[in-house]
Every structure is written in structure tokens, then in C-alpha cells.
T-cell receptor, first 113, second 115 residues
Framework: AQSVTQLGSHVSVSEGALVLLRCNYSSSVPPYLFWYVQYPNQGLQLLLKYTSAATLVKGINGFEAEFKKSETSFHLTKPSAHMSDAAEYFCAVLSGGYNKLIFGAGTRLAVHP | EPEVTQTPSHQVTQMGQEVILRCVPISNHLYFYWYRQILGQKVEFLVSFYNNEISEKSEIFDDQFSVERPDGSNFTLKIRSTKLEDSAMYFC?????????????FGPGTRLTVL
């Protein structure tokens, strides 16, 4: 069965600092992995996805994530945080039947001046 | 840009009442989904729907829940007799093909409050 674990329910960074949001996955098949962002009172927006092509995946808004099979990780990074990055971030893995996303608990990112 | 829409944005109901949450998926999409997020918890899959039938459902999706695509554009989630624990944000999503290579696009959600 597939699952994801997000380490850290809250992360706080200064504007301009590196953003690192951690996600570890468990999957019995080669995984499809996703990062979604949720701004207040909005739906989930896809940031990026890994579908077994390049291990370093670039997404929108300057975010990227690296798939590391040996570490079963798919951490999300951004070199320089912006105030507008404050949101909740969800890591997700696709189920083996390709029918549903299985989400982590989410990480709330705060960016302070 | 096409988007998934959901109505209402907020629904308040009394325990035991029936509610219908409505979604309009992106027009050329063929796969439809409902997820929910109880306050402070993770987003959970409820059901997926393709070719006018349920393709997968979670253990949360019991006999109190049903889905329907009544007219080729709307996709509805009905809860027959709401319980307090049904209070959550409900997200509709759609994709043009099977998820994986095809992105699931999410609507803004309906916040359901059961009193």
C-alpha cells in the first residue's frame, strides 16, 4: 500500500531563506509523487509531479523537488522564500490503481519578513 | 483557463438532514473524484467515478454517500443523513485521463458544517 509522511506540520522561514519541506513515501510500485499547495480558502493547486522521468522535478513558482529512491524521499525546496509562498503544502502519492491520491498530513509554511 | 467549480462554498445543515454538494468538472474530463478534509487533518479520498460508475471508493464512503453525474456536466455528492463527523471541507477533482500522467484538477471546496 502507498503512503506518505510529511515531517514537520509547521515550518517558518525568513523571506529570502531556503525553503525545505520534507516528504517520505512508501510504495509497493514505482511511485507517482506530487506536491500540492493550498492557499487560504482555496482549493489544491499542483506545484509539481514526479512520474519516473527526471529525478529532479521543477514546478511552478520556483519550487523543485528531488526524487531519491534510496531514501524514499521527495522533498520540496525553493532557494529563496517569498511572502506569497505562505500556504499549506501537501505531498501525495498515487495509489497503485492510479485512481486516487493519498495525501500526507500537510506542512504549513510561514514566511516572515 | 478551465477550472473545476463547486457550489455552495459553505453549507450548514442539521444532523440527520440530506445534503447535496455540487461540482462542475472541466468539460473534457472523464474521471471525477471527491475528497474531504476534516479540519486540521489530511485530505482523504472518498470516491472516484468514470463512465457513469464508481471505479473506487474508500471505507469512509458508506451507504450514506452516493455520487451521480445527472446531466453530463454536474457531478454531485449526496450525503443522505448527515452526522456531526461529516463536517469537513469537500473537494471535487477531475482529470482528462487516469491520474499519474494526467493531473487531477481540484475545485475550491465546499465547507460542510453539521450542527
Amino acid at each position: 500500500a502507498q503512503s506518505v509522511t510529511q515531517l514537520g506540520s509547521h515550518v517558518s522561514v525568513s523571506e529570502g531563506a531556503l525553503v525545505l519541506l520534507r516528504c517520505n513515501y512508501s510504495s509497493s510500485v514505482p511511485p507517482y509523487l506530487f506536491w500540492y499547495v493550498q492557499y487560504p480558502n482555496q482549493g489544491l493547486q499542483l506545484l509539481l509531479k514526479y512520474t519516473s522521468a527526471a529525478t529532479l522535478v521543477k514546478g511552478i513558482n520556483g519550487f523543485e523537488a528531488e526524487f531519491k529512491k534510496s531514501e524514499t524521499s521527495f522533498h520540496l525546496t525553493k532557494p529563496s522564500a517569498h511572502m506569497s509562498d505562505a500556504a499549506e503544502y501537501f505531498c501525495a502519492v498515487l495509489s497503485g490503481g492510479y485512481n486516487k491520491l493519498i495525501f500526507g498530513a500537510g506542512t504549513r509554511l510561514a514566511v516572515h519578513p | 483557463e478551465p477550472e473545476v467549480t463547486q457550489t455552495p462554498s459553505h453549507q450548514v445543515t442539521q444532523m440527520g438532514q440530506e445534503v447535496i454538494l455540487r461540482c462542475v468538472p472541466i468539460s473534457n474530463h472523464l474521471y471525477f473524484y471527491w475528497y474531504r478534509q476534516i479540519l486540521g487533518q489530511k485530505v482523504e479520498f472518498l470516491v472516484s467515478f468514470y463512465n457513469n460508475e464508481i471505479s473506487e471508493k474508500s471505507e469512509i464512503f458508506d451507504d450514506q454517500f452516493s455520487v451521480e453525474r445527472p446531466d453530463g456536466s454536474n457531478f454531485t455528492l449526496k450525503i443522505r443523513s448527515t452526522k456531526l463527523e461529516d463536517s469537513a471541507m469537500y473537494f471535487c477533482a477531475s482529470s482528462v485521463g487516469l491520474a499519474g500522467e494526467n493531473e487531477q484538477f481540484f475545485g475550491p471546496g465546499t465547507r460542510l458544517t453539521v450542527l
